[in-house]
């Protein structure tokens, strides 16, 4: 809760002596820094010489510098931002369907009614964004000192916004193999496609198909594919889990994700989203020998696939490189799901980025912290570490998605044991949450 409540993110960029209407660079960029729930780090400019009119924007014609200090901001959101300069020292606002930065020396444009915020000396202001294709131009006093502004989405505690979409699964038991429990961790890959992907099939058939869509570097055993395909679709989202033996409990919680999409009985609007618009291609076992040989990390050949992609040396790795291939031009997002034990990081919560488009997922996984944070499971901020772009290379599912195939590609790795024992329903129902939520946010930005 205290995540929930901290103060607005701070973006204090630097400020040097330019010309009039002169872009300043500002810090190095911050455009995929990681916030908290609904709060943003911006990588916006300053730009010297803007002024706030009566009824518009102007830019000083050189002879005389506006003592004012002007921030610009492009808008991308639809939520609610505020912006504080704190001390009284926030002299106006405005927001503009053009960019401001580009006027000339001695240009003004006026705004429409509404287009001026505020004015004079003001502590706070806030606006509401429409689709996008705004700029926020924000004024301080500078006092021959480069202001600081605060700028971030207004904060909003989970459960009071009645268009958030956050998805709470229900209903999950252990995975121990007891009586009511719904499936047991130790089965083999075998097991686990008949009684829980193989059953999806039964029970939707004209939604769920299975494909064969190769062998394991052993020769031994099939690797399989889920295909969740609406009537008609915008998007495609390949799923993969199990790239390593150790990776069970994502492909449990990746099972009850889709057994939730498939029964849309709990009336989420995010998960009939992807029921009704995305297709949706899993292979919930990449690594399909070590279910049958210990769970163990690498695949038959002592390989790692986690990092093959680059070599592709291995037949699982060959497997998933040609669904790659198959999907690059189908406008297709890839998930790689995946577990680590509690030593392997310092945090609960593991991810990594390649695509160039990520705010969405950034704002989830902040969310998903919050979240956990509320309910005393999340102890430390995510890892973040791989979140930025090119911190991860084409060794990885997600580097070869991306930099070999065009494929914008995410990766959530799930905690086994931090939020209760590894394999228990409250774990497993952390992991569905997280790596659904995920899904519903990266497949509608």
Known sequence: ?????????????????????????????????????????????????????????????????????SFVLPLSYGRAYTADAGDGRLKGAAVCAFDPSELGPGEERA?????????????????APGAGGE??????????????????????????????????????????????????????????????FRELCRKYPAYVTEKNVGKDQSGEYDIQAYYFSPRKY???LLIVSGVHGTDTAATLALYKLLESICAEKSGDTGLSYLRTHVRIIVVPILNVWSTYNGQRMRNSENADL????????QEETRCLCRLFLELKDE???????????????????????????????????????????????????????????????????????????????????????NYGRAYSAESLSTAAECFGNLAIAIMKD
């Not at 705004?111 to 606006?127: E, N």
């Not at 207004?154 to 038991?173: F, K, M, N, Q, R």
């Not at 310092?346 to 509320?374: G, H, K, M, Q």
């Open 1 to 69: 809760m205290k995540k929930l409540l901290a103060a607005l993110v701070s973006v204090l960029l630097l400020f040097a002596a330019c010309s009039p209407v002169e872009h300043v660079k500002s810090m190095e960029p911050l455009p995929d820094a990681v916030f908290e729930e609904r709060n943003v780090f911006f990588s916006g400019i300053y730009v010297k010489g803007l002024y706030i009119t009566d009824n518009g924007i102007a830019a000083a014609d050189g002879k005389e510098d506006s003592p004012m200090r």
């Open 111 to 127: 705004l429409p009614d509404g287009g001026v915020l505020a004015q004079g000396q003001v502590r706070k202001v806030s606006y």
């Open 135 to 196: 700029w926020l131009v924000l004024f301080a006093s500078a006092n021959g000192e480069q202001p600081e502004i605060y700028v971030g989405e207004s904060i909003v505690l989970a459960g009071e916004d009645p268009t958030d979409e956050w998805w709470t699964p229900v209903g999950i038991t252990d995975a121990f193999g007891g009586k009511d429990d719904f499936a047991d961790f130790k089965w083999d890959a075998a097991q686990m496609n008949d009684a829980l």
């Open 234 to 236: 915008d998007r495609t």
């Open 306 to 313: 986690g990092i093959d992609f680059e070599t592709v040396s």
């Open 331 to 417: 406008n297709c997002v890839f998930l790689n799901l995946g577990c680590y034990n509690k030593w392997e990081t310092t945090s609960e919560l593991y991810y990594t980025c390649s695509a160039p488009e990520r705010t969405a997922f950034f704002r989830t996984v902040n969310r998903i912290y919050n979240r956990l944070s509320e309910r005393g499971l999340a102890k430390r901020p995510a890892d973040t570490s791989c979140l930025m772009r090119g911190a991860w290379d084409a060794r990885t599912p997600e580097g070869c998605a991306e930099y070999i195939y065009g494929i914008p590609a995410f990766g959530a790795y799930h905690s086994l044991d």
